[in-house]
């Protein structure tokens, strides 16, 4: 599919245009903003372009600027594809703010399509340019920076051996039952053993306390023999049907698709089988880094963080640096769970290179406290370190430091990244990813904090354009 990169204006389009159909003043700022800077457009294009031998020809799909749009506008209003095409396609404004005007509206799934070929890469680009304008437009000034990790949620269930042992099961059986429809023979030596193994699954669940002293390793036994005589006659299946043909080259290729999903979740059945053995009937304890805690987003990590009501999370730790004008300068979606504390030198140097210069308060939690973090501060140039010391007795040095006006003054500031965060999970739907796939996570991420900087500079520009008051008399 090509996108087009102009389109020529009908007599309706210039009719619409002639409504003058006034936008939401915020939407109005951030549409201008990405008219004035059509390099965000350009990396963009880049994304829709690439792998199509000739993007001149052919259809014309969504265009950069569109996409671009409207993944803005999806995360500033917190919809879903289906909301979102409802949405544009039911609304004067949002079509103008969109630039679809008078044209017909795609179905949702074409603004899925659209969006996933973004890459994480591009969008990290995207936003790095979004600060830079900022910065050139004497927006922000970098002076002051805060820090925090927060951890986004995977759209997984609750995961346990035998819950996983289950999925396994039951996915691999539906697959194969998908492949037995294709194949004009079917597939031989294949049995269906969802029944079984649901039974059990749902047995060790309503175990009790006193029942899982006596009866937890057994049932266990019989769901890991289940599971694994699954897995056994799946791949059984794939050395069956590695020369199989369908009736037509549509149900080749389905076929050959089917193979390549049973062989990988044969491939983590294998490590979810592995690590029920060795944590239930070998009674070792496995490191998290080894553990699979969902076979549908395997990237998943475990995370802890003391926190009271959450003591374990599901997800991905995130990184996030905010300056004094409420713009995210910095995020990483970060691989296990990393001390906080490994994050203020490479976000120093990161802000090095954006301002041209260390900020002047660095404000952090107590996680992010260590003698070397304090000595890269002072040696970048920071004036006012405000991270509280993390355990041990604080010497009067430290003591005199942590009470001072100016050490309160910027744990006051950095307080304020809390509310990022909330407004980043509540208004711009952060809180968990229902994308599928750690690059899709990514993306997710990546789209959230750009239409919190997009929304602050708009807001920004108009603060900066209104009228002051009049002195009172």
């Given at each position: ?28 700022q951030i549409?201008d ?18 792998g ?118 039951r996915?691999?059986?539906r ?51 289940v ?104 995020y990483?979606?970060?691989?296990g769970?990393?001390a ?17 210069q ?13 003698p ?6 002072q040696?970048?140039?920071v ?14 040095q ?30 711009r ?24 900087n997009l ?19």
């Amino acid at each position: 599919m090509a996108r087009a990169t102009t389109h020529q204006w009908s007599f309706a389009d210039l009719e619409f245009r002639a409504q003058n159909i006034t936008l939401d003043p915020l939407l109005q700022q951030i549409s201008d903003f990405i008219d004035q800077h059509q390099t965000l457009v350009e990396h963009v294009r880049r994304d829709l372009q690439r792998g199509l031998k000739n993007p001149a020809t052919g259809r014309n799909g969504l265009d950069a600027a569109q996409v671009l749009r409207s993944l803005t506008l999806m995360r500033v209003k917190n919809w879903d594809y289906r909301e979102l095409r409802e949405r544009i396609a039911d609304g004067y404004t949002l079509r103008q703010f969109t630039q679809f005007f008078s044209r017909p509206v795609p179905k949702h799934d074409a603004f899925h399509r659209a969006f996933v070929r973004l890459t994480p890469a591009t969008l990290e680009v995207v936003n790095q340019l979004v600060v830079e304008a900022a910065v050139a437009l004497g927006l922000e000034d970098g002076k002051k920076l805060r820090t925090d990790t927060t951890v986004v949620e995977a759209d997984i269930h609750h995961p346990t051996d035998s819950t996983l042992l289950w999925d396994t099961v039951r996915v691999l059986s539906r697959l194969v039952g998908r492949l037995d429809t294709l194949l004009p023979r079917g597939v031989r030596g294949f049995t269906n053993h969802c029944r079984s193994a649901r039974r059990r699954m749902q047995q060790i669940q309503r175990m009790s306390a006193q029942q899982r002293q006596s009866q937890l390793v057994p049932q266990y036994r019989r769901l890991l023999r289940v599971s694994q005589r699954v897995v056994s006659n799946a791949r059984r299946v794939l050395t069956q049907t590695q020369n199989a043909r369908g009736k037509s080259l549509t149900d080749d290729l389905a076929i050959q698709a089917l193979r390549k999903e049973i062989e990988h979740y044969c491939q983590l059945g294998d490590r979810v089988l592995d690590q029920t053995r060795r944590r239930v009937l070998e009674g070792e304890q496995v490191p998290s880094d080894q553990k699979i805690y969902s076979i549908f987003e395997s990237h998943t990590d475990l995370i802890k963080r003391g926190k009271t009501q959450k003591p374990i999370e599901f997800g991905h730790k995130v990184f996030l640096a905010e300056s004094a004008r409420g713009l995210i300068t910095q995020y990483r979606v970060l691989d296990g769970n990393p001390a906080d504390e490994h994050h203020v030198e490479p976000s120093l140097q990161s802000h090095q290179q954006t301002f041209g210069q260390a900020p002047e308060l660095y404000g952090a939690d107590r996680g992010f406290y260590s003698p070397n973090n304090l000595t890269a501060c002072q040696q970048a140039g920071v004036a006012v370190i405000s991270i509280p010391q993390r355990g041990g007795k604080k010497t009067p040095q430290r003591e005199t430091i942590e009470k001072s006006p100016a050490f309160k003054k910027g744990q006051r500031f950095r307080a304020g990244i809390e509310g990022r965060i909330s407004v980043l999970f509540r208004g711009r739907g952060m809180k968990r990813c229902l994308a599928e796939g750690r690059q899709r996570f990514e993306l997710f991420v990546g789209a959230a904090v750009l239409a919190n900087n997009l929304l602050r500079i708009a807001a920004l520009l108009r603060a900066k354009r209104k009228p002051p008051r009049p002195a009172a008399a």
